[in-house]
């Protein structure tokens, strides 16, 4: 038998961490997560699905995911059930992960670094036979006086 559930989604809100009396961490959230088809208005519809992590991962979770962060999960489908304040029986399905990975930086989701409108700027090593290529953002032609000789012979076909 096999019962093994992987997602990517984004929170809902904010995971709750709380700890059992026994002091094991754990955080429930809920994921939303799109369904891979439109309904017949067009828009793409998305599953609410309940995840619980436990320990380390739980603690992590709740220090560094928040409302909107774009999580994978990976764990299995648990069901259970209560008995509802009216007295009536109600039913839980909830994914309980074995790992929570976090898909974005950590500061994706604020405008701190996006306020300021510069990009970041990353550093290349290059050799110095690399520094003569043209660069992919550059037109090549426009320099260019005229049109382009092209004979016959460079053609493919």
Same mark, same amino acid.
């Given at each position: 038998?096999?019962?093994?559930?992987?997602?990517?989604?984004?929170?809902?809100?904010?995971? /709750? %961490?709380?700890?059992?009396?026994?002091?094991?961490?754990?955080?429930?959230?809920?994921?939303?997560?799109?369904?891979? @088809?439109?309904?017949?208005?067009?828009?793409?519809?998305?599953? @609410?699905?309940?995840?619980?992590?436990?320990?380390?991962?739980?603690?992590?979770?709740?220090? @560094? %995911?928040?409302?909107?962060?774009? !999580?994978?999960?990976?764990?299995?489908?648990?069901?259970?059930?209560?008995?509802?304040? /009216?007295?009536?029986?109600?039913?839980?399905?909830?994914?309980? !992960?074995?790992?929570?990975?976090?898909?974005?930086?950590?500061?994706?989701?604020?405008?701190?670094?996006?306020?300021?409108?510069?990009?970041?700027?990353?550093?290349?090593?290059?050799? *110095?036979?690399?520094?003569?290529?043209?660069?992919?953002?550059? /037109?090549? @032609?426009? $320099?260019? $006086?005229?049109?382009?000789?092209?004979? /016959?012979?460079?053609? *493919?076909?």
């Amino acid at each position: 038998m096999i019962n093994r559930v992987v997602l990517v989604g984004r929170l809902t809100k904010d995971p /709750d %961490l709380r700890y059992t009396p026994s002091g094991v961490a754990v955080a429930r959230f809920t994921l939303a997560v799109n369904r891979t @088809f439109s309904n017949a208005q067009g828009e793409r519809e998305a599953d @609410f699905i309940n995840c619980t992590v436990w320990r380390k991962q739980a603690e992590n979770t709740a220090n @560094f %995911l928040k409302k909107g962060s774009l !999580a994978g999960v990976e764990g299995r489908i648990q069901t259970g059930s209560y008995e509802g304040q /009216d007295g009536k029986r109600v039913y839980t399905t909830e994914v309980v !992960a074995d790992s929570v990975q976090f898909l974005e930086p950590r500061n994706a989701n604020t405008n701190t670094d996006r306020s300021s409108g510069q990009q970041p700027s990353y550093q290349q090593n290059q050799s *110095p036979n690399q520094q003569n290529h043209t660069r992919v953002d550059e /037109d090549p @032609f426009s $320099s260019g $006086s005229g049109p382009i000789e092209v004979s /016959d012979d460079d053609l *493919p076909f």
